[in-house]
């Protein structure tokens, strides 16, 4: 059970460098200034949603491993 729950604290800050990354390669790409911002908003909402996603798929299954009612 630990194993599936470390990589929680991984999701978020690598959604959100490799979102980075990839803004501030296209800003040296084009000579922009914006890109990384976008691209860094684009990491933060997928390492939410992917943070989320993984917290409500194992929320009920940890509810019934703890069910102690039968």
Known sequence: MVGEYSSLATILPASILVGYGIGYYLDKYFGTHF????????????????????????????????????
């Open 35 to 70: 890109w990384y911002l976008v691209w860094l908003l684009i990491g933060i909402a997928a390492g939410m949603r992917d943070l989320v996603r993984k917290v409500f798929v194992d929320f009920p299954k940890d509810v019934d491993d703890t069910d102690d009612t039968k």
